[in-house]
Structures are given as structure tokens and as C-alpha cells.
């Protein structure tokens, strides 16, 4: 990966290179046991990771999307797992920083809350997405929720779920569960075929409580509404970073692999294959960073949470983790045999690389969002 960084984004992004030396320790055996990446989370807290995207003067390190988007980067280089796993908390932080510059009465309470307590928010909304299953019944002052939330990413150091409900058979609630909230559970499911070290469990509600004045949006069942536009919008840039990451770590290693190789005499051909995998390698990284970079530029500054601003983030995260599989794939096929071995952390990387192509939206999705909105669809459905 080749960027310009400034003297901020290189403290980030220095953050994180400490926070991956620490998971990348303990990465295979997360991996091999599916456990979660409990020593990274306390290297977040010992050094103020989760509260990257927090402003300074709520008590945070104050990183803008382009910001959080380099650390993450760097940070998945050493271990896709907890980049991912720490993805979802940082996107749902950054988008309680938009809502609070739009004027939501609660967001600056989370914010504070993260910082100060170190509070780790983890998020149903790949299993939820336009069509939850939790149901919601009115009681006084507020809704009992009952259901099943899959896919919930680093749960079990999480303190708060943000997810969702409907109520009767058209409308969708959102709000967030303390974790520790009577009839909150977590089922250990999560054993899977990459990203073993998110321990992306189950979280089931069984009447769980939830006050009145702790529901944070409503949308029409089935549609995009304005509380999964502005969380989608946050989340694509920094998952797509984090599976760039992923990718840059793998094409380290086998150029470090192929130079270690390349003592002694080699047929011309065989040295030209090398410099154009390795060219491709960069060619594909480079234009995949560009894309990713240029979506959040384009976003600028007042950016709004709208069909056209979802389109182009979108459109970049399908970029960056199809651009991110074929250079894991080149990195292999570079190495040759040597990245079967576990040992090597790249047959760790082909397997994690590609659960970028599960978040909604998935590649083909996206293309069929993209084609509607330039069409002129209001885009409100996938």
C-alpha cells in the first residue's frame, strides 16, 4: 500500500502497528481455536484504541473516517480478525460522531462513554439489515424484545448490542441492549471457515426491556431509512480498508518470500513472472486504496447519510475486498507452496480475506444499488 500520510494519520496508523504486533502474536491461536482476541482488546484499551474516532473533546484521539480507514489498514496487515472485530465498534463510533453534528441529543453521551469507560459497541446489523426478525411489543414506557442476533462480531467484549426490532409488521425499530441486561444471552456458534478470532456469536433476547426514550430511529420494514443509511455509510470505508489490510499483509510476506528466494541464478522468465506478479500486487493495492480514499474525500466534510453518498461507499468497498481476494491469491500463487503452511499466516489470510463478500452489500448487490441510483431510483431497497 502506497499513500502520503501527515504527521496525525502516522500517530494513528504508529497506534495501530503497536495494537497488531500484539494480535499478530496471538493470531494462530485464536484462529485454530476460534476464540476471541481478548489480549488485542486490552492492548485497545491500554492505549486508547476504541476511542480512535471519538472527538478530543469528549476524551478521544479525535481520527476523522480517513484516519480510522489507515489505522485499520495497518492494523489488519497484522491480523484480519481483530481488525474486523474492532471495525464494528469504530464505524457505529464514527457514526455516533455524525449524528451528534446533526444534532441527535443522545450521541455525545456515547461518545463520552467510550472514552471514558471504555464502552465497546458491537452490532447485529449484517443479520438484520433491511429485514430483522426480533420482534418488538409495546408495554409502558417502552418495548419487551425477543429474538436471535447472528453474526455479532466481538460480542464477547462487548459492553452494548446496537440492533433492531419490528414493531407489528411494518415499522423497525433501532436501539441498543446493555449485554449484561436481563434476558440478554450469548451462545457461543461461532465456528467458521475465516475471521475466528471475531467470535461473532449469537446474541439472543428473551423480553429484554427496552425504555421508550432509548429508541434512536424508525424505518419502514423492508426499506432503507435513515438509520441504516447513516451506519452503512460509515461502515463500508472502514471494513473495506480493514480487508485491504488483510491483502497488504499477504503481498508483504511474499515479496519478502520471493527476495529470500532470489540468490543465486534464475531464468530470465522466471524473474520477469516475479516482477509482474509483484506489479500486479501493487497495481491492484494501489488502485484499490485510491478507490477507497477518493469515496471518503468525495463524502467531504457536511457529508449526508443519502442514497448517492450509500452508492459511493459501497461502490468502493466492492473495490477494495474483490481488489483484496486477488491479491491474496497472487500472493500465494507468488510464494508457491510455502503459503500452504500454516505457519506462513497466508493460508490464515486466503480464509479471512474473503468474508468480505458476505457484508451486505455483497459485490453483485452493489452494482444493482449503483445502477439504480444513477438511474434514478430513490434507493431506498438493495
Known amino acids: 500500500m502506497t499513500s502520503t500520510l501527515d504527521a496525525t494519520d502516522t500517530r494513528f496508523v504508529e497506534l495501530a502497528e503497536r495494537i497488531g504486533a500484539v494480535a499478530a502474536a496471538h493470531a494462530a491461536e485464536h484462529d485454530r481455536d476460534a476464540t476471541f482476541v481478548t489480549e488485542a482488546y486490552a492492548a485497545m484499551r ?34 484480519g480478525a481483530t481488525a474486523l472485530a474492532v471495525a464494528m465498534h469504530l464505524y457505529l463510533t464514527l457514526m455516533q460522531v455524525y449524528r451528534h453534528r446533526k444534532g441527535a441529543p443522545d450521541a455525545e453521551a456515547v461518545l463520552r462513554r467510550v472514552a471514558a469507560e471504555g464502552m465497546v459497541i458491537a452490532t447485529s446489523g449484517g443479520s438484520d439489515w433491511l429485514w430483522p426478525t426480533t420482534t418488538a411489543v409495546p408495554t409502558d414506557n417502552g418495548f419487551f424484545v425477543s429474538g436471535r442476533k447472528v453474526f455479532c462480531s466481538q460480542s464477547p467484549g462487548a459492553t452494548v448490542v446496537a440492533t433492531s426490532a419490528v414493531l407489528g409488521d411494518a415499522e423497525v425499530l433501532h436501539f441498543s441492549v446493555p449485554l449484561a441486561a436481563p434476558g440478554v444471552r450469548l451462545e457461543e456458534t461461532w465456528d467458521t ?35 441504516l443509511m447513516a451506519a452503512v455509510l460509515h461502515f463500508a470505508p472502514v471494513v473495506g480498508a480493514t480487508y485491504h489490510g488483510i491483502a497488504a499483509g499477504a503481498a508483504e510476506r511474499a515479496v519478502a518470500a520471493a527476495m529470500a528466494g532470489s540468490r543465486g541464478p534464475r531464468p530470465l ?32 466534510e457536511d457529508y449526508v447519510a443519502d442514497p448517492h453518498t450509500v452508492s459511493t461507499v459501497m461502490l468502493a468497498k466492492r473495490q477494495a475486498v ?10 500465494m500463487d507468488l510464494m508457491g507452496g510455502r503459503s500452504f503452511f500454516r505457519k506462513s499466516g497466508m493460508e490464515r489470510a486466503y480464509r479471512d480475506v474473503r468474508a468480505g463478500t458476505f457484508h451486505p452489500f455483497t459485490p453483485e448487490s452493489t452494482l444493482t444499488y449503483a445502477g439504480k441510483i444513477a438511474l434514478g431510483d430513490p434507493g431506498l431497497t438493495e
Not at 53 to 78: D, F, K, N, S
Not at 273 to 300: F, I, N, P
Open 193 to 227: 471457515l475465516g475471521m475466528r478470532g471475531t467470535a461473532s456469536h449469537d446474541v439472543v433476547l428473551e423480553d429484554v426491556f427496552v425504555p421508550a426514550d432509548k429508541i434512536t430511529g424508525r424505518r419502514p420494514y423492508g426499506e432503507f431509512g435513515a438509520p
Open 269 to 300: 522468465a522466471a524473474l520477469d513472472r516475479v516482477h509482474r506478479q509483484v506489479g500486479l500486487m501493487d497495481a491492484k493495492l494501489r488502485t484499490s486504496w485510491w478507490s477507497l480514499t477518493g469515496a471518503v474525500t468525495d463524502l467531504g
Open 322 to 331: 474483490l481488489s483484496a481476494i486477488e491479491v491474496v491469491d497472487l500472493a
Open 46 to 79: 491500554e492505549h486508547g484504541y476504541l476511542a480512535l474516532a471519538v472527538p478530543i473533546e469528549m476524551g478521544g484521539l479525535g481520527a476523522t473516517m480517513r484516519q480510522v480507514c489507515h489505522a485499520q489498514a495497518a492494523l489488519a496487515r497484522h491480523d
